[in-house]
């Protein structure tokens, strides 16, 4: 089995703030996401990774930017914070291209901005 | 644009098997149709998905209809762990990016 482990779990920033969260993955996947999840609604992709050096943008890429540096971690950053903002921000990693390609979670960085 | 339909919230009690309704009416041929569950301070974790046949694991039974415009999970023997948010979603083909929608909250009593 492996894990996805994101930091910090709890970020709070000012508005204006540049903030950067983290995640790595220790299952050798090949494909990694950062989804965005506001209270009450589903999840909506912001940008994705199929392999190292790989960015792809997803629905709600405005606003952020992400790099893949290594295989197994993949930042996101937040250019901006917007005042009042609240969201649970989720990393993902699956094995890409294979037919029973399966997702697994972190428990995501909770961000607050004041 | 959310490609599947699901109830907002569904109750049920320790023990019962629940039946878990996702309509999915425009469903593309080679798509497949995954069940991920969500619970409080955590993401989604996997359940099980299928393209035609019916499949079941050790969490879930996933019937789907001949048509493929449904799908139901069903839950055997709830007990409190299983209340969740439950989201119905299509993938298509290989490689493609999965979309989340609000899910089906399910609500355990003892």
């Known amino acids: 089995g492996g894990i996805i482990t994101q930091t910090p779990k709890f970020l709070i920033g000012q508005e204006g703030q540049k903030l950067t969260l983290k995640c790595q993955q220790n299952?050798?996947?090949?494909?990694m996401y950062w989804y965005r999840q506001d209270s009450g609604k589903g999840l909506r992709l912001i940008y994705y990774?199929?392999?190292?050096?790989?960015?792809q943008k997803g629905d709600l890429s405005e606003g952020y930017d992400a790099s893949r540096e290594k295989k197994s971690s993949f930042s996101l950053t937040v250019t901006s914070a917007q005042k009042n903002e609240m969201a649970v921000f989720l990393c993902?990693?699956?094995?890409?291209?294979?037919?029973?390609?399966?997702?697994?979670f972190g428990s995501g960085t909770r961000l607050t901005v004041l | 644009d959310a490609k599947t339909t699901q109830p907002d919230s569904m109750e049920s009690t320790e023990g019962e098997t629940v039946h878990l309704p996702c309509s999915h009416a425009?469903?593309?041929?080679?798509?497949?149709i995954y069940w991920y569950r969500q619970v409080p301070l955590q993401g989604p974790e996997y359940v099980t998905h299928?393209?035609?046949q019916n499949t079941t694991n050790s969490m879930a039974f996933l019937a789907i209809a001949s048509d493929r415009k449904s799908s139901t999970l069903i839950l055997t023997h709830v007990s409190l762990r299983d209340a969740a948010v439950y989201h119905c979603?299509?993938?298509?083909?290989?490689?493609?990016?999965?979309?989340f929608g609000k899910g089906a909250k399910l609500t355990v009593s003892p």
């Open positions: 993902a990693s699956s094995d890409w291209g294979t037919s029973a390609e399966t997702l697994y």
């Open positions: 299928g393209l035609q």
């Open positions: 299952f050798n996947h090949d494909t």
């Open positions: 979603i299509l993938r298509g083909g290989t490689g493609s990016k999965l979309s």
């Open positions: 425009t469903i593309s041929g080679n798509e497949y």
């Open positions: 990774s199929i392999t190292e050096n790989d960015l």
